[in-house]
């Protein structure tokens, strides 16, 4: 199936930006990437995992959410021609220090993505890239 890698991740200082990618490779049969919905997701060390941006499928007009602390931060957005979904992140912040996964999923919607409790229905998960943020 898919396979989602991340990458972008690095050490920053408080107020620097970062990209990430996630890059999709080994589109199976009748399951293009341009048919998943899209999500970034991160877990800071020793905490939960939390939702942090997703992106629907709809071509032209597509659904995104943020999760609350990273609205008017972050952007997400997706090359469907590239098969790339990206996470732009700015205004960085120590407590932005986390390991971030890609994450995609056909049955459930990017709606339901950010509203939560169904990451059991995610098809596929990259491998995290971590970001660390020094004050």
């Known amino acids: 199936q898919m396979r989602l890698v991340e990458s972008g991740g690095g050490l920053v200082e408080a107020g620097d930006s970062l990209r990430l990618s996630c890059e999709a490779s080994?589109?199976?049969?009748?399951?293009?990437?341009?048919?998943?919905?899209f999500a970034w997701y991160r877990r800071p060390l020793g905490m939960e995992r939390e939702f942090v941006a997703s992106i629907s499928r709809t071509p032209g007009i597509f659904n995104i959410y943020y999760g609350d602390s990273v609205k008017g931060r972050f952007t997400i957005s997706r090359d469907n021609s590239k098969n790339m979904v990206y996470l732009e992140m700015n205004s960085l912040k120590p407590s932005d220090t986390a390991i971030y996964y890609c994450?995609?999923?056909?049955?459930?919607?990017?709606?339901?993505?950010?509203?939560?409790?169904?990451?059991?229905?995610?098809?596929?998960w990259g491998q995290g890239t971590t970001v660390a943020v020094s004050s």
């Open positions: 994450a995609a999923a056909r049955i459930i919607t990017s709606e339901t993505m950010y509203t939560g409790g169904k990451e059991n229905l995610i098809d596929i």
């Open positions: 080994g589109e199976a049969p009748g399951r293009a990437f341009s048919t998943y919905n």
